[in-house]
């Protein structure tokens, strides 16, 4: 494995960057996560807003720099705020990013999502079982929570990039990152994440503040979002006792991490 390097920005100089343009983020998420993602992005640098009826969600996908959509409880109403505000993203050239939870597991939410896919998500992030079914293999997902290792869903995210020519995002113990030509690994977090509900969710949407900060380097923007929170989960972890003082502790991680300390902690390495 080679060290990834970045000739443009590094991790850390995207993060001051997303940082001073605190940008205005919209971000149509589930129940479960609206709340723990708006204070994930507050603590993160960036300005969150949760808005998702589809009287306004095209409207409001204009004024915003990124858009967010996760199908994590998904209704019709909520659907056509998706495809409003996706639409008007794509017409004003903004990135939106794909978060397609438990897509596989009925099939109002596979019509759905491919519905979500016809609308060109610039980014789409999931964890590998999610990924694995998206790129149309068979995966071990039970409801939201992943059935696969990360490792066993980088060819599914490789073939998906190159399919629908989004960089794709795989989460788990590891991370891969893919645009379907360059690809990278990032190290770190923590067990604990996965047993706090919601925290991909939350990433997804801190992924829509780096791409908003850089929306013609989606794969850099990806990469710096995942170090952040493999970063910050794992300095929460030496500091928590369990699930429930891990989510305190880890917003005041967010907050807290130097751009600095997060080009020398980040472990990212080229795949
Ligand atoms: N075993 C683990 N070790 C280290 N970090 C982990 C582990 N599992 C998940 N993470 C981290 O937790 C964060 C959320 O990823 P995860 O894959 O759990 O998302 P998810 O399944 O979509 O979560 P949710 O649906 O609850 O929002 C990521 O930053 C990921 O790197
Ligand atoms: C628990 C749960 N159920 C639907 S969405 C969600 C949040 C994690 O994906
Ligand atoms: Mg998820």
Sequence with gaps: MQTI?????????????????????????????????????????????????????????????????????????FLMGMKEAAKAAGETGKPWILDPVAHFATGYRRAATAELMELKPAIIRGNASEIIALAGSRSSGHGVDSGDP?????????????????????????????????????????????????LGCSLTCLVGAFAATRPEKPFEATVAALAMFA??????????????????????????????ALDAEARITGA
Excluded: C, K, W, Y
Excluded at 17 to 43: C, S
Excluded at 152 to 181: I, M, N, P
Excluded at 246 to 251: E, I
């Design 150 to 198: 990360t490792e066993a869903a980088e060819g599914s995210a490789t073939a998906l990039a190159r399919q629908s020519s989004a960089v794709v995002a795989v989460t788990g113990e590891v991370d891969f990152v893919t645009d379907g030509h360059r690809s990278a690994r990032i190290m770190g977090g923590s067990d604990l994440m996965p047993r706090v509900t919601a």
């Design 231 to 260: 970063v910050a989960g794992g300095q929460a972890a030496a500091e928590a006792s369990g699930p429930g003082s891990f989510s305190p502790v880890f917003l005041d991680r967010l907050a807290a991490l130097s751009p600095e």
């Design 5 to 77: 390097s970045f000739p443009g920005e590094t991790p850390g100089q995207l993060l001051a960057a997303m940082r001073a343009q605190n940008p205005l983020v919209q971000n149509i998420t589930n129940f479960v996560a609206m709340n723990i993602a708006a204070n994930v992005m507050l603590a993160a640098g960036a300005s969150p807003a949760m808005v998702h009826t589809q009287e306004e969600a095209g409207e409001f996908a204009r004024i915003a720099s990124a858009l967010t959509v996760n199908i994590g409880t998904l209704s019709p109403d």
